[in-house]
């Protein structure tokens, strides 16, 4: 019996992701859902998926899904460290340059659920380059998940939470540190994330590819609208 699969994201560089699992495991039927009106109960027993992966997904995942489908989230975050928003800003935001993407079963309480598997990341670079790089490793994690079902673990150790970043924290306005400036563009560094950003009276300057150089100064493009 053939199996289906649905991956979910809301993402445009996921769809490269998408191709790259029909070419590695064509005797698998692969789904790609990245609108929230196409993704609901109705949708699902149609395709009669035997997991649903989601690399990337900003909406409340229904009940009427996750109770009746599995649900593989992959976040950003060592869990239980990090559940929550906009889990690659928090991170560059607090130092860190490593981190790991866990898979974990979608429960109704967020990021809470079992893990079936956790996968180093660095978070060297642009969150551009970033997602790249996570892609690849998501689709390793998939290819892990359908192939060897691995046993799911319950999470462990101190929880803590993110909050999600609004556009309007991603001014720079208030930092002080050359390093938390670089910091800031770069992890806003991506297509569909709100770019680091200063105002004046009546312009707009966004800030993306910074380098940061040893003679302590910061390069970067920017790019100057009038409000």
Same mark, same amino acid.
Not at 119 to 132: K, N, Q, V
Not at 134 to 145: E, L, Q, R, T
């Given at each position: 019996? #053939?199996?289906?699969?649905?991956? /979910?994201?809301?993402?445009?560089?996921?769809?490269?992701?998408?191709?790259? *699992?029909?070419?590695? =495991?064509?005797e698998?039927?692969?789904?790609?859902?990245?609108?929230k009106?196409?993704?609901?109960?109705?949708?699902?027993?149609?395709i009669?998926?035997?997991?649903?992966f989601?690399?990337?997904?900003?909406?409340?995942?229904?009940?009427?899904?996750f109770?009746n489908f599995?649900?593989?989230v992959f976040h950003?975050?060592?869990?239980?460290y990090?559940r929550?928003?906009?889990?690659?800003q928090?991170?560059?935001?607090?130092?860190?340059?490593?981190?790991?993407?866990?898979? #974990?079963?979608?429960?109704?309480? /967020?990021?809470?659920?079992?893990?079936y598997?956790k996968?180093?990341?660095? *978070?060297?670079?642009? =969150?551009?380059?970033?997602?790249?790089r996570?892609?690849?490793?998501?689709?390793?994690?998939?290819?892990?998940?359908k192939?060897?079902?691995?046993?799911?673990?319950?999470?462990?150790?101190?929880?803590?939470?993110?909050?999600?970043?609004?556009?309007?924290?991603?001014?720079?306005?208030?930092?002080?540190?050359?390093?938390?400036?670089?910091?800031?563009?770069?992890?806003?560094?991506?297509d569909g994330?709100p770019?680091?950003?200063?105002?004046?009276?009546?312009?707009?300057?966004?800030?993306?590819r910074?380098? /940061?150089k040893?003679?302590?100064?910061?390069?970067?493009?920017?790019?100057?609208?009038?409000?």
């Open positions: 019996m #053939i199996s289906n699969y649905i991956v /979910l994201s809301s993402k445009v560089w996921n769809v490269d992701l998408v191709e790259k *699992l029909k070419v590695y =495991a064509p698998s039927n692969w789904h790609y859902i990245s609108k009106e196409d993704f609901n109960k109705e949708t699902l027993e149609r009669k998926p035997d997991k649903v989601i690399p990337h997904w900003s909406y409340i995942i229904p009940e009427s899904v109770l599995d649900c593989v950003m975050t060592d869990l239980p990090g929550g928003g906009s889990p690659l928090n991170l560059i935001a607090n130092g860190l340059e490593h981190t790991k993407i866990s898979a #974990i079963k979608v429960v109704k309480e /967020l990021d809470a659920g079992p893990i598997l996968s180093d990341l660095s *978070l060297y670079g642009t =969150a551009e380059e970033i997602l790249i996570a892609n690849n490793v998501i689709f390793n994690m998939i290819i892990k998940i192939d060897e079902n691995p046993q799911l673990t319950e999470q462990e150790g101190e929880i803590t939470s993110f909050k999600r970043r609004t556009p309007k924290m991603s001014s720079m306005e208030d930092l002080n540190e050359l390093e938390d400036i670089f910091r800031h563009i770069r992890m806003l560094d991506a994330y770019h680091a950003y200063l105002e004046t009276e009546n312009f707009k300057l966004e800030f993306t910074a380098s /940061l040893a003679d302590k100064s910061i390069i970067a493009d920017v790019r100057i609208t009038k409000k």
